[in-house]
């Protein structure tokens, strides 16, 4: 199993920018996929989006699509969520996780990261 480690949250006002890492620790890079999750106050956790073992394929959630990009640098085995045109409604903490294929259902991950929390300001 791997351990992942997220990083990058913070307070930026709304249409400001973050960049989260999620290293990983264990089992090398390539072996899994990664996703992205969120969970605001109140509200039960929802995809945002994952990538593809080599990165070669990703998938958003609609809300965030044309502003957030997913990558990945499998030498460093890390991976990226960048977040742009942030918006008050993306407030949420933010979850990494690997699993053996890419996936919306947050079922198909079997290692999470601890969360890191992003709060965009109005």
């Known amino acids: 199993q791997v351990q992942l480690v997220e990083s990058g949250g913070g307070l930026v006002q709304a249409g400001g920018s973050l960049r989260l890492s999620c290293a990983a620790r264990?089992?090398?890079?390539?072996?899994?996929?990664m996703g992205w999750f969120r969970q605001a106050p109140g509200k039960e956790r929802e995809f945002v989006g994952a990538?593809?073992?080599?990165?070669?394929?990703?998938i958003y959630t609609d809300s965030v699509k044309g502003r957030f990009t997913i990558s990945r640098d499998n030498a460093k085995n890390t991976g990226y969520l960048q977040m742009n045109s942030l918006k008050p409604e993306d407030t949420a903490v933010y979850y990494c996780a690997a699993g053996s294929i890419m996936s919306m259902q947050s079922a198909v991950y079997n290692s999470w990261g601890q969360g890191t929390q992003v709060t965009v300001s109005s």
């Open positions: 990538i593809s073992r080599y990165g070669g394929n990703t």
């Open positions: 264990g089992r090398t890079s390539s072996t899994y996929a």
